[in-house]
């Protein structure tokens, strides 16, 4: 069997990574993958974003499955154009993608389902979206429409942050097309959560609970990035709350995008704030979490295969995924400067000293191989994983890996999953 994985953070390498354990072995390729990936996989030179390098790629060498890893693909209508080639592809279609893609789409079709989310306008006219600010108030937080990088969303404690916000989305272009159109959302308290199910557009799974740690600093001080780290279970995410946003969230969703003719399947990822008046839904992502899926995937007993086809096939069923007892903890190791400007290139040293730390796993994100070494290559450089029988042991197991590791600058933080474990 041959799979195609799409993407080359650390996600897709702990996608290549379950994908290469599983019972039918099959052979794994990833585009374009990265230092960590070339050691289990072949890399293809082909980028994640270039749609027709990978529709090329595909058409000739046939891969059984195609997973896609990050939304820019999916949304640009890879799933689509596979499909069109004959090929099966675990990722939604350009349409379903949209829920990720456009949050004024995403919040239209939250609101029609009745599911719990934060209340929005949507504004084209910065004078316009001003006057409503003034009317509601600070806090409140701007968002741009479209995807822009992480960085289309601007949480503002005062009317001056929220203006200038505005402006910059509508008036300045900061985030071209993808901030021509601005929701101006109620601002929601409470501890963040990520929620991410499979689904083959009828039948939901949800995957084991995980929280991610989006600022960039200890204490969740400053900026917010793609995620510093992550464990499973999240024990605020009680087994009481479970069905209840599988119930909610998921199941509302799904059946009012299929009162659309939208049928979506893969993963449906809900970025969901823990209020006092129940779980709301922030937003969603059309595909896997990147680093929840690092400590996800480790928790899986058995084949992951079979339940993505199950998606594809419209057969998904809970037995198709098991876990183990074990917790997982996932500690991003990131360039320093990172969410802001960094350096690459630099050395990664200890990489084979930290793997051989009981239960542990370094999944490469921004990594490249140059004359055998492993260098930095991005703002995320690595998440060292690890499981153990509590979060506390897989705690101290992934920051002993991290102990081992050593490159110039490298940036992580020291409370990864500390939250969950004074509760
Ligand atoms: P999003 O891409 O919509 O998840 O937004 C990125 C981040 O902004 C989220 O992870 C939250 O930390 C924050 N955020 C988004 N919407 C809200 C909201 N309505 N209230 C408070 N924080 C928010
Ligand atoms: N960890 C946040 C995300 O994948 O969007």
Redesign the pocket.
Known sequence: MKVLVIGGGG?EHALVWKLLNDSRKPEVYCAPGNAGTAELATNLDIGSEDVRGIVAWARENRPDLTVVGPEAPLCAGLTDLLEKEGLRVFGPSREASRMEGSKVFAKDVMMAAGVPTAQSSTFTDAAKAIDFIHDIGAPVVIKAEGLAA?KGVTVCATLQEAERAIQESLVEGAFGDAGRRILVEEFLEGEEV?VLALTDGVHVVLLASAQ?H?RAFDNDQGPNT??MG?YSPAPILTPELMPVIEREVFGRTLSELKNRGIHYKGVL?A?LMMTKAGPKTLEF?C??????TQVILPRIEGDLIPALEACIDGTLSPELVRYKPEACVCVVMAAGGYPGAYQKGKEIRGLKMAAKVKQAVVFHAGTRLQDGKVLSAGGRVLGVTALGQTLKEAVDRAYQAVGKISYDGAMFRRDIATKALVK
């Open positions: 996600r992480g990520s991610d989006k793609g995620g992550a990822y970025g992502n595909r896997f979490g990147d680093p929840e």
